[in-house]
């Protein structure tokens, strides 16, 4: 029998890999997709959740993220298209105006 | 059997997952984390919520990674150099934290409480889709027309941030 426990734990462990990714790697895109993979684990626990207690509201709220994540991956790419267009690469490490 | 099943895709989307986060090239992270989108899918037909499986197929995996793969074409980016090992140990060490304090949190909270009314026979009675659309265009409007202006504030940003004068 597959609990809730069972998809809980599975989406922590998704998000915990997202967290290593996001500490890790140093380009921009692969730390967007590992942004994704946490967003994503979260969305796993909302809708385990929302079916264990028979509500809908967390389902509704998977919905939500879902059109704030586009907004970011549209917002995001642009803003690295346009890092490139003046750097050349999107390694985070290169952006470091604002660090003293 | 479910259980078994269960473990099957919960097994592929961890090693997707990990192909994700480790893989040199970002086309082949990118690759993987459509394979993870899909195991979350299955995911969710297993939890009786076909309506989000199928959003998460045509947003995530259809949209959301169509989009990046082509940032990742127009940008042409080679392989990541080398990291220091030091980096890899503060990821190392800020991941187990967090995975720590997330089955802290599942072992001690309780959530056998506040069963709804909305059960698998409902869903399967009323239709999943009828569900989630009763409860956002009459409980949940607000929020609806929000995202929908927020989405084309990021619209109109986007175009903006990619124009060439920028």
Same mark, same amino acid.
């Given at each position: ?11 922590? $462990?998704? +998000?915990?890999?997202?967290? +290593? ?9 692969? $730390?967007?997709?590992? $942004? ?10 909302f809708i385990a959740l929302s079916s264990h207690l028979g509500n809908m509201d967390g389902q $509704?709220f998977v +919905? ?37 | ?6 473990? &099957? !895709?919960?097994? !592929? ?8 986060? #480790? ?8 690759? =993987?984390? !459509?394979? *993870?989108?899909?195991? &979350? ?6 939890l009786?919520a076909?309506?989000?499986? =199928? ?13 990046? &793969? ?15 090992? *030091? ?8 991941? #187990? ?13 309780? *959530? ?6 909305i ?9 999943? *889709? ?21 989405? &084309?504030?990021?619209? !109109? ?10």
């Amino acid at each position: 029998m597959i609990t809730v426990g069972h998809y809980l734990v599975l989406s922590a $462990i998704l +998000f915990a890999m997202g967290t +290593f990714g996001v500490l890790t790697r140093r380009n921009a895109i692969v $730390i967007f997709m590992c $942004i994704e993979l946490m967003l994503n684990a979260v969305n796993l626990s909302f809708i385990a959740l929302s079916s264990h207690l028979g509500n809908m509201d967390g389902q $509704i709220f998977v +919905f939500f993220v879902m059109a704030v994540a586009a907004a970011e991956a549209a917002v995001g790419l642009a803003l690295m298209i346009t890092f490139f267009r003046n750097k050349e690469t999107i390694e985070v490490d290169d952006v470091n105006l604002l660090k003293w | 059997m479910e259980v078994l099943f269960f473990y &099957l !895709v919960a097994l !592929v989307a961890v090693l997707s997952g990990l192909i994700v986060v #480790t893989a040199k090239s970002p086309v082949n992270s990118a690759l =993987a984390l !459509v394979n *993870t989108f899909f195991c &979350l899918a299955v995911f969710y037909v297993m939890l009786h919520a076909p309506f989000m499986a =199928a959003i998460q197929i045509m947003v995530y995996a259809g949209a959301i990674m169509v989009l990046i &793969l082509f940032v990742i074409m127009l940008l042409n980016m080679g392989v990541e150099p080398h990291k220091k090992p *030091t980096h890899i140990a503060w990821g190392a060490i800020g991941g #187990t934290l967090v995975l720590l304090v997330s089955i802290l949190f599942i072992q001690r909270g309780d *959530t056998a409480r506040a069963v709804g009314n909305i059960s698998k026979d409902v869903v399967l009675r009323e239709g999943h *889709t009828a569900l989630i659309g009763k409860a956002m265009f009459v409980d949940f409007l607000l929020p609806f027309e929000i995202a929908s202006i927020l989405l &084309l504030v990021a619209i !109109v940003g986007a175009v903006i941030l990619a124009k060439k004068e920028v």
